[in-house]
């Protein structure tokens, strides 16, 4: 069976509403699916990637669908009369893909948040797809066989669960507080994810995907760095003080490309110096590939792991920041040339 990598996405206008918030895709640092993409591609020429944009104004992809080889797909998601709801473009993600994934002829369908970026192949998949495979604490990668009738059962279960957690308070704060996981979003799918998981209901989900196959900065020390084949970028904090917008000055994940011996390797496999020129400003390159180390280094996860701070408005959750009273992230990669 062939497999399709698809991403979710949509650029942000500033809060007047006028003008492009977010930048062309390509430049766009806050959700940088562009270099996440370049990543993947150095890994595997040929998989087919998909973009759902949801974007409702024109963007600019430049030549990047061509340069890189994925399609950019306009798409209307589905939850769009819930706009009202906080974070409703997100919890829509998993309604749109089961809508696009009919329109396409892969069977196996891979899914990745914008903030992954790639060191090895994701082909082969470590758990079988016939259910739907997922870390329900973290919906930001997952995968599943479109054709599977446990998946397809997957997708009932999820979108009744959804839509009465979107229409019913009672349920919707049942779920919530069962979760124990406060977000900004009205209801998230992690929400559902969470509540389905721990009701019982695996006989067609897998919620115990391999680390190495999904890790997020927070669990970096759980797992052996030298195995993973991606890091989500979930939770960290990355700063940057040549910010293009507003919505990347605290939060510039792609940075990391430059930061990164193995992804900045990564892009230029794929991509021209013109092409990278396009994506960071002389600025931001001027100053972050000095600073420039080995991700796949044991010691500094344990530098990248001092960045740990609590964020109250995520409870147990930590953040890594890329600056903190007591660290800095900028600070622990600079360690390199002074204990490494």
């Not at 229409?167 to 969470?194: G, P």
């Not at 792609?254 to 396009?278: A, M, N, P, W």
Request: aromatic share 14%; glycine share 4%.
């Amino acid at each position: 069976m062939n497999s399709a990598f698809i991403y979710h996405w949509w650029a942000e206008k500033p809060e007047d509403g006028h003008g492009n918030e977010d930048g062309p895709p390509y430049a766009n640092l806050r959700t940088p699916i562009v270099p996440s993409i370049a990543t993947l591609r150095a890994q595997n020429k040929d998989i087919p990637i998909y973009v759902l944009d949801g974007t409702n104004f024109d963007v600019d992809w430049g030549e990047f669908p061509e340069v890189l080889n994925f399609k950019v797909v306009k798409f209307e998601q589905t939850l769009k009369e819930y706009s009202h709801r906080s974070g409703w473009r997100h919890l829509s993600r998993i309604f749109d893909l089961q809508t696009f994934h009919k329109e396409i002829p892969e069977d196996i369908i891979v899914y990745g948040d914008s903030d992954i970026f790639w060191f090895d192949d994701p082909l082969p998949l470590m758990s079988n797809p016939d259910k739907f495979c997922c870390n329900c604490y973290n919906t930001g990668y997952f995968y599943y066989n479109k054709n599977s009738e446990s998946v397809k059962s997957f997708f009932e279960e999820f979108n009744e669960c959804t839509l009465k957690a979107l229409d019913n308070k009672e349920f919707r704060e049942k779920v919530l507080d069962f979760t124990e996981k406060k977000h900004w979003y009205f209801v998230a799918d992690e929400h559902i994810m969470q509540y389905l998981g721990f009701h019982d209901k695996i006989d067609f989900l897998n919620y115990e995907m391999d680390l190495r196959e999904h890790v997020t900065v927070r669990e970096l020390q759980r797992v052996n760095i030298n195995e993973i084949k991606m890091l989500h970028a979930n939770g960290l904090m990355v700063q940057n003080k040549f910010a293009k917008n507003s919505g990347e000055k605290e939060h510039a994940r792609g940075l990391i490309c430059l930061l990164f011996k193995e992804l900045y390797q990564s892009l230029k496999e794929v991509l021209t110096e013109d092409h990278i020129r396009q994506i960071y400003t002389k600025e931001e390159s001027d100053n972050f590939l000095p600073m420039q180390v080995k991700f796949k280094d044991p010691r500094l996860v344990i530098k990248i792991m001092s960045t740990r701070s609590k964020d109250g408005c995520w409870q147990k959750y930590d953040h890594f920041y890329s600056e903190t009273p007591d660290c800095s992230l900028m600070d622990a990669l600079n360690l390199e040339q002074r204990f490494f």
